[in-house]
């Protein structure tokens, strides 16, 4: 039997009530995705950190750990060390590449599903440092509330980093961080606690559940000069609505076409798309996407050719007479509402060496039963 080693923010809210009617059996399959056997935690595991300025940085519950890809094929990987000030100087850091950073959320983690596919595809392309966060002990399951309790920590103390690494040569201008989930929202909140702007941050359908409102505690477009946001489970697990500066709305961005067949069609649409991300990665895989009227969900296409739209271009952003690459390679100057129908899974290869991870393929044996 395969252990499944991931889990995603996952809880079941609407208009801000729970659903009273079977809680008790909708809380167990939001914490545990419905096979609380896989684990081995209890909410006596459960860390809570202060969330206030009695907790210390750096915090071993919260590692920076810096990849870096020779040819990419080899890679080397090193746990950062605040404390030591020419740390990137003796370490294998590029100053040529751009940097990413790379943020999990609920129960997820360096070596584990799904955000080690982001990870793989940066370092396979090999054009990329990349900074990966992992803050898998202070978001295991069942603790999902605890979790979205320690996102401020979790932020401030990268943030901290961050700055140190700045300090001796890491440009913010050549940073992006990418976020998947509850790690959208701490891409977001690290603004709270720099002194200088990050360039851009790509947050994958960041989460919706226990989510306050408040620009203090979610992502939104002041957290830097570019917020993106793609939405596949928009509504559910993912937040809906306009989010960022652009926001993608893939397949009308409640659920994605391929995953109606899982057992958790949510759950799948919620974890692809973390493979969307990782195919615009590379060039010429990228998808395209149009201008559309409505924020996600169900957003409509536009015709680009239309004579009764050309006129408002200004409102859809940059550019309403043809399509931009969606993820990676955005502009970073873009910003309204684009959609994409594209029904294809993304990055799973059809044959062998294509572009892509049979991880992101449906029948992947790293999911074991649960999408199946």
């Known amino acids: 039997m395969i252990v499944l080693k991931f889990m995603i923010s996952s809880f079941v809210f609407y208009c801000g009530v729970f659903i009273y009617s079977n809680a008790q059996n909708i809380i167990n399959q939001a914490l545990y995705l419905g096979n609380p056997s896989v684990f081995n935690t209890t909410r006596d595991d459960c860390v809570w950190k202060f969330g206030n300025e009695r907790d210390i940085c750096p915090d071993p519950d919260i590692k920076l750990i810096m990849y870096t890809s020779f040819n990419g094929k080899n890679h080397a990987k090193v746990l950062f060390d605040m404390n030591e000030d020419y740390w990137l100087r003796m370490s294998s850091w590029n100053n040529t590449k751009e940097n990413i950073i790379l943020i999990h959320g609920y129960a997820s983690g360096d070596d584990v599903l799904p955000m080690s596919v982001l990870r793989d595809a940066y370092l396979n392309n090999g054009n990329y440092n990349v900074f990966v966060i992992d803050w898998s002990a202070l978001s295991q399951p ?17 943030a901290k980093g961050f700055t140190s690494l700045r300090n001796q040569g890491i440009s913010p201008e050549k940073t992006t961080c990418v976020g998947h989930s509850l790690g959208s929202h701490i891409c977001g909140l690290m603004a709270n606690y720099l002194n200088f702007r990050l ?35 928009a509504g559910y697990y993912g937040e809906g ?16 076409p391929y995953c109606t067949s899982t057992t958790n069609s949510n759950l799948c649409s919620h974890i692809w798309s973390i493979c969307y991300m990782a195919q615009s990665i590379f060039s010429n895989e990228e998808i395209i996407a149009e201008p559309c009227l409505r924020k996600c969900p169900s957003g409509v296409n536009l015709n680009p050719s239309s004579p009764n739209r050309i006129g408002k271009s200004f409102r859809y952003g940059y ?3 043809y399509g931009i690459p969606m993820g990676q390679h955005t502009p970073k100057t873009a910003t309204g509402s684009y959609c994409v129908k594209d029904t294809r899974v993304p990055f799973c290869p059809s044959k062998e060496n294509d572009v892509g991870d049979k991880r992101c393929c449906l029948d992947s044996l790293e999911w074991g039963d649960l999408l199946q």
């Open 142 to 158: 069942p603790c999902y509330i605890a979790a979205v309790h320690n996102i401020k920590t979790v932020a401030h103390c990268v």
């Open 199 to 233: 360039e851009r941050i790509i947050a994958l359908d960041p989460a919706r559940p226990l989510i306050r409102p408040g620009n203090q505690n979610r992502l939104d477009t002041g957290d830097a000069r570019s917020v993106q946001v793609i939405h596949t489970n």
């Open 241 to 256: 609505g306009r989010v960022g500066h652009i926001d993608f709305c893939v397949n009308g961005g409640r659920r994605q």
């Open 319 to 321: 550019a309403l007479n």
